[in-house]
């Protein structure tokens, strides 16, 4: 079955750069969430929508924006990075109201 | 603070045992609690569900116990196998599982051949 595919796996980059990172959701599902889990800790809810209006939001930085496209893939953009930015971020999608979220492998983003 | 707390931290057991997580919760609008289990370098990988008309649900070797009234779930992990070594989270959500997951803080589980 297609799961969640987050890209790229893997991102380094410097303080003060802006990083994009994309989700695209399960197949004709059209909520999509992002989490950011730091070392040892568990997920944080960042932001998510649904058909493309945002639906909630988290402890997102002011620093960060994201979106839904059309098509229901989602970016996630960070701007003046910062070395506490340094994370694994996870996107989620599910059916609204109807089916659990299901997680892709998520980026791993690195400041230095 | 913490909204859904996990214990224990930390988990060994032999091949074959049964560990048992507790989570604990506080918010009485969550209605929605799944366990996810995550290997290194994965996303979290949803185990099993249950919501709170339910008493207990099993899904092959994994079982969650919830209490209601104690505002409490568990999961249970049968026959345990090395395979099995991951960290779990517990989680609750609002809206039947449409609205964001708030985590537990995780256990790490280790299964001993």
């Known amino acids: 079955a297609a799961g969640v595919i987050q890209s790229p796996r893997h991102l380094i980059k410097e303080k003060r750069e802006t990083a994009t990172l994309k989700c695209y959701p399960i197949?004709?599902?059209?909520?999509v969430y992002w989490y950011q889990q730091g070392p040892g800790q568990d997920p944080q809810f960042l932001i998510s929508?649904?058909?493309?209006?945002?639906?909630d939001k988290g402890s997102i930085p002011d620093r960060f924006s994201a979106q839904q496209f059309s098509d229901y893939h989602s970016e996630l953009n960070m701007s003046s990075l910062e070395l506490g930015d340094s994370a694994l971020y996870f996107c989620?999608?599910?059916?609204?109201?109807?089916?659990?979220?299901?997680f892709g492998d998520g980026t791993r983003l690195s400041i230095l | 603070q913490q909204q859904v707390k996990q214990s224990p931290q930390s988990l060994i057991v032999q091949k074959g045992g049964i560990p048992i997580i507790n989570c604990a919760y506080e918010?009485?609008?969550?209605?929605?609690f799944p366990w996810y289990q995550q290997f290194p370098g994965k996303g979290p990988a949803l185990l099993i569900a249950?919501?709170?008309?339910?008493s207990e649900k099993k899904e092959g070797r994994f079982t969650i116990s919830f209490n209601k009234s104690a505002k409490q779930f568990s999961l249970h992990i049968m026959d345990s196998q090395p395979g099995d070594s991951a960290t779990y989270f517990c989680?609750?959500?609002?809206?039947?599982?449409?609205?964001?997951?708030?985590f537990g803080k995780g256990t790490k589980l280790t299964v001993n051949p």
């Open positions: 929508f649904y058909e493309k209006m945002q639906s």
């Open positions: 989680a609750a959500s609002k809206g039947s599982g449409s609205e964001k997951l708030v």
């Open positions: 197949p004709r599902h059209d909520t």
């Open positions: 918010n009485t609008a969550f209605d929605y």
């Open positions: 249950i919501r709170p008309d339910v």
């Open positions: 989620a999608s599910s059916l609204q109201a109807v089916q659990p979220q299901h």
